[in-house]
């Protein structure tokens, strides 16, 4: 599935089953918390933290799922074509980190 396709699959998925979309502002508390489950598998699997059992059935590709679907939303409430802006932003990248990774000493 392309990003655009995603954007339009969440599109249709919200107006036929979510009713209409949670305000800007929810979605990014939303989104926000989303992240910190992301965390929160992140730092008990690869981190040093311990599982306490109502985490154990947490998925850490369900959890990026969600964060996904709600910054999908947020994009499509505000009108910005994903697509497009993660293309600028590897021309942006692109440009401005030409040989600042090349030329780290800690990556090499």
Same mark, same amino acid.
């Given at each position: 599935? !392309? #990003? &655009?396709? &995603? ?8 107006? !036929?089953? =979510? ?6 502002? @929810? *979605?990014? $508390?939303?989104? @926000?918390?989303?992240?910190? %489950?992301? +965390?929160? #598998?992140? $730092?008990?699997?690869?981190? %040093?933290? !311990?599982?306490?059992? !109502? ?5 850490? +590709?369900? %959890?990026? +799922? ?5 910054? #999908?939303?947020? &994009?499509?409430?505000? =009108?910005?074509?994903?697509?497009? +802006?993660? /293309? *600028? *932003?590897? /021309?942006?990248?692109? #440009? ?7 030329? *780290?000493?800690?990556? =090499?």
């Amino acid at each position: 599935m !392309s #990003i &655009a396709e &995603a954007q339009e699959k969440v599109d249709q998925w919200i107006r !036929s089953h =979510g009713v209409r979309y949670f305000n800007e502002l @929810t *979605n990014m $508390a939303i989104l @926000t918390e989303e992240v910190g %489950e992301v +965390a929160r #598998i992140m $730092a008990r699997k690869y981190g %040093e933290q !311990s599982f306490k059992e !109502s985490d154990k059935d947490k998925e850490l +590709a369900d %959890e990026m +799922a969600d964060v996904l679907w709600v910054l #999908i939303c947020l &994009a499509n409430q505000t =009108g910005v074509d994903l697509t497009k +802006a993660l /293309e *600028n *932003n590897f /021309e942006k990248k692109t #440009i401005r980190d030409k040989d600042r990774h090349r030329n *780290n000493e800690k990556l =090499g």
